[in-house]
């Protein structure tokens, strides 16, 4: 199960950081995606568990940066410098699959396990 939390109203500029709390999955990779209203879902961010790698979208490369602590089961999004464009709903998604190609995590289908989604509402 996974819980994703920190979301909610900040102004362009500003910066919030979310959460994932995964329980009963370790040793997982951890994806964020994001859906705006009218729009369909899209990759945001990824860390893997093997090599530990990270991958952005370009969108939000230089503003957001995905993180982990381990020993709590958690996986953070640090957003910073937030756009009226990066307002959505974030969700949290989860895979045991491996795989050395960092793009295939940039899939959807290549998750089996999401969270609840947070909003995130940036104003100006």
């Known amino acids: 199960q996974l819980q994703a939390c920190g979301g909610g109203l900040v102004q362009a500029g500003g910066s919030l950081r979310l959460s994932c709390a995964a329980s009963?999955?370790?040793?997982?990779?951890m994806g964020w995606f994001r859906q705006a209203a009218g729009k369909e879902r899209e990759f945001v961010s990824v860390n893997t568990w093997i090599g530990n790698r990270t991958e952005y979208a370009d969108s939000v490369k230089g503003r957001f940066t995905i993180s982990r602590d381990n020993a709590k089961n958690t996986v953070y999004l640090q957003m910073n410098s937030l756009k009226l464009e990066d307002t959505a709903v974030y969700y949290c998604a989860a895979t045991y699959r491996y795989s050395s190609n960092t793009y295939y995590y940039t899939v959807e289908g290549s998750y089996d396990y999401w969270g609840q989604g947070t909003q995130v509402t940036v104003s100006s």
């Open positions: 009963g999955h370790t040793s997982y990779t």
